[in-house]
Nanobody
Framework: VQLQASGGGLVQAGGSLRLSCAAS????????MGWYRQAPGKQRELVAL???????NYADSVKGRFAIFRGNAKNTQYLQMNSLKPEDTAVYYC????????WGQGTQVTVSS
């Protein structure tokens, strides 16, 4: 199973980005999908999770600004990021969980002030 994340880039503070993640090689649906991020010198931290029935969970730092949702295609997900701040700068990793956790390769998000 491979997860491919895309959509990162450079944006000014206050701007928006949408990250995408698609899994290939899987015959099952992930129970939970989500996004984590890791800034330089910091530990990887949870950004958002979504279950297969649409329940969501967000880090306090992104509540009201980010939205996670699943696509129509199996094992696809998106992270809509609005009102971006410089402190959102990090490598964003998508993941999927179904008994085991599978990770994507990461996509860089840089927010300039």
């Amino acid at each position: 199973v491979q997860l491919q994340a895309s959509g990162g880039g450079l944006v000014q503070a206050g701007g928006s980005l949408r990250l995408s993640c698609a899994a290939s090689g899987s015959i099952f649906s992930f129970n939970i999908m989500g996004w984590y991020r890791q800034a330089p010198g910091k530990q990887r931290e949870l950004v958002a999770l979504i279950s297969n029935i649409g329940s969501t969970n967000y880090a306090d730092s992104v509540k009201g600004r980010f939205a996670i949702f699943r696509g129509n295609a199996k094992n696809t997900q998106y992270l809509q990021m609005n009102s971006l701040k410089p402190e959102d700068t990090a490598v964003y990793y998508c993941c999927g969980y179904s008994g085991s956790t599978y990770w994507g390769q990461g996509t860089q998000v840089t927010v300039s002030s």
